[in-house]
């Protein structure tokens, strides 16, 4: 679906909400330069909402290097997901398995705009390529796993030789705030924090080689009663990446401490993401799926793979349904006119799903099957202990049953 709209001002912005469980990632062009933000927003237990937000790179930001850093600290049993995101048709990604002895595999992403999700353990550092320029974006959590910030990585060409780190709300409140950065050797381990009000130099905690590649990254911990400000440098003067992330209990916090705004993934002269061409792609798909056809096709879910052979992605066919998009297409619609509203008001209806019928639904009446030996031992012994309380009770009553039996067959 395609959306055009003219921003007239300068000042004035224009909101899209709930771009999600697309199957291409959406895609923004424009006449001019305009900044873009995505934001996502939870509902927390106490009614407030927790909201995030995050500065969107163009298209000529994206790269084909890039070297994952996990939630902090480093644990070797929790996971984080990564979301590779194609610029260009028929992109590559090689991408680590989770079990990194097993060593890589490769994704192929057909269209602009498709999605691959990556889930890795958080124990360390990672390094995924492409064949092609491509967004890869980190999901990131607590202690808990929940309540994940999202973070665009940044692929080596943005680097930059110096950060300035400065501790404000939220992050004066979160108990573990670290500061990662990533580089190449064989100097990384020279990379100094240092808080400018009290010149005093905060060392790294830790420091990994990325497996089979010549990056190198380090993270640095730092106190919340210390607010800084903090200069971050390399004495060799080289270029590396900057992350903060921060966690309290569930929730977590994330973002690039900065970029080099000036670079883009020029150096790829034959790779110039071409929009025409994309949107071109768009409209040929909404024709196609409008052409002679009335009903909603199947639908195909995202994948998220943690090894080459095992994906969990579905098939799931919808009911026979007129497509609202078919039934406003090529008309020139505005936000303010009736058939806009029309149209969204038919969109939800058509994607509405009925809370009864959902999967979760009906799981909540059904007991998962757990075959493993540990399990199956307990229900086992539950059984036992449950029917042998049960026979002590009637064996310690037979011999009464008895008696009352004998006295009525003499009656």
């Not at 000529?60 to 890039?66: K, P």
């Not at 979301?83 to 680590?96: F, H, I, L, N």
């Not at 270029?239 to 973002?255: E, L, N, R, T, V």
């Not at 909603?296 to 026979?320: G, N």
């Amino acid at each position: 679906m395609t959306f055009s709209v003219n921003i007239t001002d300068q000042s004035q912005p224009f909101y899209i909400d709930s771009v999600s469980g697309c199957t291409r990632a959406p895609f923004v062009h424009a006449s001019l330069e305009v900044a873009v933000f995505t934001s996502e927003r939870k509902a927390m237990a106490n009614s407030r909402n927790d909201m995030t937000f995050e500065h969107s790179f163009t298209t000529s930001q994206v790269g084909m290097n890039y070297v994952t850093f996990p939630s902090m600290p480093l644990n070797q049993y929790v996971k984080d997901t990564f979301t590779a995101v194609a610029v260009y048709d028929d992109t590559r990604v090689t991408v680590p398995n989770v079990d990194t002895s097993l060593g890589t595999y490769e994704v192929t992403l057909d269209k602009a705009g498709d999605t691959f999700d990556l889930e890795l353990y958080a124990n360390g550092f990672r390094h995924v390529t492409g064949s092609k320029p491509f967004y890869l974006y980190a999901r990131l959590g607590g202690t808990g796993g929940n309540n994940l910030c999202t973070v665009t990585l940044l692929a080596d060409h943005l680097w930059t030789g110096q950060y300035s780190v400065h501790l404000t709300e939220p992050w004066t409140l979160l108990p573990n705030i670290y500061v990662v950065v990533v580089g190449k050797n064989p100097d990384m381990e020279t990379v100094t924090l240092v808080n400018l009000d009290s010149s005093q130099t905060i060392t790294h905690e830790n420091c990994q080689k990325v497996t089979g590649t010549s990056y190198e990254a380090c993270y640095f911990r730092l106190s919340s009663t210390t607010v800084g400000p903090y200069s971050l440098t390399r004495p060799s003067g080289e270029k590396f990446a900057a992350y903060m992330f921060g966690s309290k209990g569930q929730a977590a916090a994330c973002h690039h401490l900065g970029m080099n705004f000036t670079a883009t993934s020029g150096g790829h002269p034959n790779l110039r993401f071409d929009e025409i061409a994309f949107l071109d792609s768009v409209q040929a798909e909404e024709s196609d799926l409008c052409h002679e056809v009335t009903t909603a096709p199947s639908r195909k879910r995202r994948s998220v793979w943690s090894s080459p052979p095992i994906t969990t992605s579905t098939t799931e066919e919808v009911t026979e349904t007129p497509l609202p998009l078919c039934e406003t297409k090529g008309q020139n619609l505005t936000e303010s006119s009736e058939e806009f509203q029309e149209m969204l008001e038919s969109i939800s209806e058509f994607i509405r799903v009925d809370s009864v019928n959902t999967s979760q639904s009906r799981r909540k009446k059904e007991s998962a099957q757990d075959h493993r030996p540990s399990s199956v031992s307990l229900g086992v012994l539950s059984c036992c202990l449950v029917f042998a309380t049960l026979g002590i009770l009637v064996i310690s009553d037979i011999g009464s049953l008895v008696l009352m039996i004998i006295e009525l067959v003499k009656r």
